[in-house]
């Protein structure tokens, strides 16, 4: 495998069930994020991961946790999701500090939730 | 309040000509500028980038220009190719931001044969 890894690539959940997204990146980065992209809206920045630390949470609710338990690996669970959560999640990964502020994506994971 | 817009939502370029994209911002902090590209079931790749020392880069067919008193970006792709139809993403980002990016709303290029 090489670059950024996601799986599932589509998942489907009702409000009441608990999943979770998993990303993995095979670039020897330091720093790994999660990306909300809803239909015609910017990337929403959701979390920020440096070094294992998580060093940003733009006030996303409770009902997403992230959990990073090494520098190449990065989850996302998820539970009684509403169905505005409804959206394309994406991983980034990149190394910090870079003079390029270059952000390496996986595909995503296109979630639904009914 | 978005910092970062895109304020055409789609554009459609024939073959061959140049397409432009735009893109502005409202932060005067920022000092780096992206441009990604997305492709349907795919993430954003990385496409060229500009500092703010400078008002031009160009990478083959792919040129950004950056005009700092109007706080304006675009980018321009010359010849269009039918391989250049996907999203476009302008990103900035400042060196107090912990290397974070806002990012624009995107804008979809359709290039006709």
């Known amino acids: 495998e090489t670059g950024v890894t996601q799986t599932p690539r589509h998942l489907v959940m009702g409000m009441t069930n608990k999943k979770s997204l998993k990303c993995e990146q095979h670039?020897?980065?330091?720093?790994m994020y999660w990306y909300k992209q809803s239909a015609k809206k910017p990337l929403e920045l959701m979390f920020v991961?440096?070094?294992?630390?998580?060093?940003e949470n733009n006030s996303v609710p409770s009902r997403f946790s992230p959990e990073c338990p090494n520098s190449s690996h990065l989850f996302l669970h998820l539970h009684t999701l509403q169905p505005e959560d409804s959206a394309l999640y994406l991983c980034?990964?990149?190394?910090?500090?870079?003079?390029?502020?270059?952000?390496?994506f996986g595909p995503g994971t296109r979630l639904t939730v009914t | 309040d978005q910092q970062v817009k895109q304020n055409s939502p789609s554009l459609s370029v024939q073959e061959g000509r140049i397409s432009i994209l735009n893109c502005d911002y409202t932060?005067?902090?920022?000092?780096?500028f992206l441009w990604y590209k997305k492709y349907p079931a795919e993430g954003p790749t990385f496409l060229i980038s500009?500092?703010?020392i400078k008002d031009k880069n160009e990478d083959g067919r792919f040129t950004v220009f950056l005009n700092k008193s109007a706080k304006h970006l675009s980018l321009h792709i010359v010849p269009s190719q039918p391989g250049d139809s996907a999203v476009y993403f302008c990103?900035?980002?400042?060196?107090?931001?912990?290397?974070?990016?806002?990012w624009g709303a995107g804008t979809k290029l359709i290039i006709k044969p």
């Open positions: 980034a990964s990149s190394q910090v500090p870079d003079s390029s502020y270059e952000q390496y």
């Open positions: 670039l020897g980065h330091n720093a």
């Open positions: 991961y440096n070094f294992k630390e998580q060093t």
């Open positions: 932060n005067s902090m920022f000092d780096y």
């Open positions: 500009i500092s703010s």
């Open positions: 990103a900035a980002s400042d060196w107090d931001s912990n290397y974070q990016l806002i």
